[in-house]
């Protein structure tokens, strides 16, 4: 997991609102597939590949922010 902790905060923040939020109109791609995912009509091999597309960026950063607070709790201790 090293190589999440090398990619520096802004990118990930900066890759996880392009990408989470593209296109801005009418709808974003993510809040569009995770919509689908809850309906249960996420079937779709590109309506997949499109979630996983827009949404990678975001798991890494909340990955990141939670390795980061970890070792902050772990200096602390």
Same mark, same amino acid.
């Given at each position: 997991?090293?190589?999440?902790?090398?990619? !520096?905060?802004? *990118? #990930? &923040?900066?890759?996880?609102? $392009? /990408?989470?939020?593209?296109?801005?109109? !009418?709808?974003? *791609? #993510? &809040?569009?597939?995770?919509? $689908? /995912?809850?309906?249960?009509?996420?079937?779709?091999?590109?309506?997949?590949?499109?979630?996983?597309?827009?949404?990678?960026?975001?798991?890494?950063?909340?990955?990141?922010?939670?390795?980061?607070?970890?070792?902050?709790?772990?200096?602390?201790?």
């Amino acid at each position: 997991m090293k190589w999440i902790d090398s990619i !520096p905060m802004r *990118h #990930l &923040v900066l890759a996880s609102l $392009m /990408l989470g939020l593209a296109p801005f109109v !009418p709808e974003p *791609h #993510l &809040v569009e597939k995770l919509g $689908m /995912l809850f309906d249960g009509s996420l079937s779709k091999p590109i309506d997949i590949f499109d979630l996983f597309l827009h949404g990678t960026p975001s798991v890494i950063l909340l990955l990141k922010i939670f390795r980061e607070s970890n070792k902050r709790a772990e200096i602390k201790k």
